[in-house]
C-alpha cells in the first residue's frame, strides 16, 4: 500500500512563505517523477513544479523565481519552497509521484491534499 502524505499548508500573508513536505511510504522500488499540483476553487488542477529521479525540474510559468522544488530520493520525499506568495497561490496543493514502481507494477500516485490560503 502507498501512501503519499503532504504536510506544511496553511494561511500565510501575501509575500509570505511557505514550505511544503510531501512523503511516500509503503512498498516502493522507484519514482520516475515528483510534483506539486494544486486546484483554486472553481478551477482545474494545474501543473506547479515537477522535479525527476535526475533533478531535472519543470515549473509554471507563474511560479517561476519564487517557488522552488527539490527531492531527497532516500526519502521518497519531495518538497516546495513557495517564495513571495501571491493571493492567486491561493489553492488545494496535491502531492504527486509519477510512475512510481513496486510489486504491483507503475502508476502514478496522489496524495490527499494541503489547503494553502494566502491572504492580503
Known amino acids: 500500500q502507498v501512501r503519499l502524505v503532504e504536510s506544511g499548508g496553511g494561511l500565510v500573508q501575501a509575500g509570505g512563505f511557505l514550505r511544503l513536505s510531501c512523503a511516500a511510504s509503503?512498498?516502493?522500488?522507484?519514482?520516475?517523477?515528483m510534483g506539486w499540483y494544486r486546484q483554486a476553487p472553481g478551477k482545474q488542477r494545474e501543473l506547479v513544479a515537477t522535479?525527476?529521479?535526475?533533478?531535472?525540474?519543470n515549473y509554471a510559468d507563474s511560479v517561476k523565481g519564487r517557488f522552488t522544488i527539490s527531492r531527497d530520493n532516500a526519502k521518497n520525499s519531495v518538497y516546495l519552497h513557495m517564495n513571495s506568495l501571491k493571493l492567486e497561490d491561493t489553492g488545494v496543493y496535491y502531492c504527486?509521484?509519477?510512475?512510481?514502481?513496486?510489486?504491483?507494477?507503475?502508476?502514478?500516485?496522489w496524495g490527499q491534499g494541503t489547503q494553502v490560503t494566502v491572504s492580503s
Open positions: 522535479i525527476t529521479s535526475t533533478g531535472s525540474t
Open positions: 504527486n509521484a509519477a510512475r512510481l514502481r513496486n510489486w504491483n507494477g507503475e502508476r502514478d500516485y
Open positions: 509503503g512498498s516502493i522500488f522507484s519514482i520516475n517523477a
